[in-house]
């Protein structure tokens, strides 16, 4: 069941109209990507963005405050820009390769602080097959918007498809150190610690986050993590209650 499903996990919408995904676009000021992930090459710490429930004086569980995604804090586009962002993304649909590579070069020159296009531009190489030009439109965005989770998500399946799984499992690192409560980034994680790191645990602790951010709603999630349980031997720790989750203000 996990590898019919892992290959779906990656594309999990974060955003849905091409003015979310444009949004956030001005450079934070920290160059990222191209050198953190050649540098990637041990095992990083993740476990401590899983969320932790606290319990008051009383002995009540206190719900959790997840953050919202940093990406949706967008600042004024350009109406010019959007409506070429959105010819690039009807031309991507279409399969319109060409036609949308073309847009989207003529954006990324017109408007140097958008980091959407970058992405589409790594999702066209990815549907042509060329994951190592991807990984560098993935990385120009980031650098232009390190908040971009779409971006490091892409980034980390690019890497995967390439077999760089240390290096797939840092970018999850930095994308959860971006947003810790990113549902997407933790699934993801997850699959990457079950299925090609061979580290049950970890995904357990990640896929219990995902599951909890997200109202415990995945039924094909919660059954993989059922299937991991019994492997582990652990105890669910997170439970996938919405009555313990404030919802993101």
């Not at 476990?47 to 940093?70: C, H, M, S, W």
């Not at 350009?78 to 989207?104: C, H, M, P, W, Y």
């Not at 760089?164 to 409560?181: G, I, P, R, S």
């Not at 299925?195 to 995945?218: I, S």
Request: charged letters at 20%; proline letters at 4%.
């Amino acid at each position: 069941m996990a590898m019919k499903y892992v290959n779906k996990l990656v594309f999990a919408a974060l955003v849905t109209s091409a003015v979310l995904t444009l949004s956030a676009c001005n450079t934070t000021g920290v160059k990222t990507t191209g050198a953190d992930v050649e540098k990637a090459a041990e095992l990083m710490a993740t476990l401590r963005f899983v969320p932790v429930l606290e319990v008051d004086k009383e002995g009540i569980t206190q719900p959790y405050e997840a953050l919202p995604n940093p990406y949706i804090k967008r600042g004024r586009i350009d109406k010019e820009s959007v409506s070429q962002f959105i010819t690039a993304r009807r031309a991507f649909n279409k399969g319109d390769f060409n036609s949308a590579t073309k847009t989207l070069n003529a954006l990324t020159q017109s408007d140097s602080s958008l980091s959407g296009p970058w992405v589409l531009l790594g999702d066209i190489a990815m549907e042509s097959k060329d994951s190592k030009l991807a990984i560098t439109h993935y990385q120009k965005a980031l650098e232009i918007n390190r908040s971009n989770m779409n971006a490091w998500l892409r980034l980390a399946h690019a890497l995967r498809v390439q077999g760089e799984f240390l290096k797939a499992q840092n970018v999850y690192a930095h994308a959860l150190a971006e947003w810790k409560d990113c549902p997407e980034a933790h699934l993801n994680l997850a699959v990457l610690y079950d299925v090609y790191l061979n580290l049950p645990l970890r995904a357990q602790k990640h896929m219990e986050a995902y599951m909890f951010l997200t109202g415990g709603e995945d039924k094909k999630v919660a059954n993989w993590l059922m299937e991991i349980q019994k492997r582990t031997g652990v105890a669910q720790a997170l439970p996938a209650d919405k009555t313990l989750l404030k919802p993101v203000s």
